[in-house]
């Protein structure tokens, strides 16, 4: 596997396998190592380019600290062109799936297939109790601590049902940017940046313009982001396909093998 720094971007990013490429997005608060075990199963058949989010993982912070999922679409379409990539399948999940959908609209010619995991796409997105604790000034300052320690020593792990040797490490990866003191205020800023309410409102109301087929995945029991999400991006978007699965929010992690069994033949299906 070969670790990339983008000349021209922010984004740090991995490349594995051959074939057509296709860009993994990942969400909040995780890293590229969210597909570790996805890659595997596609890096057969296509050329697998997993990427840091600015501010995430190994990926430094855009300059102004900017967070706008339009913003990071286009480092994205930036990578794209360093890359001379001439277009790719891209695959979000959680707010990836947010930034998936901006790219997929100001770029639609570069897209060639969509799809899109656990997508929190709709202002009425509610964010967990514990964040909204964190986006009030002062208290969320002091705060901040005890929530990053409940979130890696349990939240994480309890939401995706099981753990092993490889989660372990997976998750590890996720908590590099939020280490010491400028880790916790990169965390708060993190949670702070922006209104849910406004930047969702602007990512709904793109869905209907997407003209790449779409792929919606999405955890029947999932507790971060409600199914009928799901169910109303994929009547909003045309030409789009719901799969509902039997497990949570992280479906890369958590059932990686019925998440693969749904990627792989969608893909596939293009050529």
């Not at 990071?72 to 998936?100: C, K, P, Y």
């Not at 639609?108 to 969509?114: A, F």
């Not at 849910?196 to 109301?205: D, F, H, K, M």
């Amino acid at each position: 596997m070969e670790v990339v720094q983008s000349q021209r971007s922010n984004v740090k990013f991995s490349i594995r396998g051959s074939g057509p490429p296709v860009l993994l997005v990942h969400g909040i608060p995780t890293s590229r190592h969210l597909w570790d075990f996805i890659v595997p199963a596609l890096e057969g058949t296509f050329t697998c380019i997993a990427v840091d989010v600015p501010g995430l993982g190994e990926s430094s912070p855009l300059a102004d600290g900017s967070l706008d999922p339009a913003r990071q679409a286009q480092e994205f379409e930036t990578l794209r062109e360093q890359l001379s990539i001439m277009s790719w399948h891209v695959i979000g999940h959680d707010a990836g799936s947010t930034i998936a959908v901006h790219y997929a609209a100001q770029f639609s010619q570069r897209v060639e297939r969509l799809i899109l995991c656990s997508p929190p796409v709709f202002p009425e997105f509610k964010v967990p109790w514990f964040f909204r604790l964190v986006r009030i000034p002062l208290l969320g300052d002091c705060l901040a601590p005890f929530v990053l320690s409940l979130l890696w020593h349990g939240g994480i792990q309890s939401a995706i049902g099981r753990r092993d040797a490889a989660l372990t490490q997976i998750v590890q990866t996720f908590r590099y940017p939020f280490r010491g003191y400028k880790g916790t205020r990169r965390f708060v800023h993190l949670l702070r940046w922006g209104d849910p309410v406004q930047v969702l409102g602007r990512t709904a109301a793109l869905l209907p313009g997407i003209t790449a087929p779409t792929l919606i995945c999405h955890g029947q029991d999932d507790g971060a982001i409600p199914v009928d999400f799901a169910i109303l991006a994929s009547r909003m978007i045309p030409h789009a396909e719901l799969r509902l699965m039997n497990c949570g929010h992280f479906l890369p992690l958590s059932c990686p093998d019925a998440l693969s069994g749904y990627i792989l033949p969608f893909l596939i299906s293009q050529y």
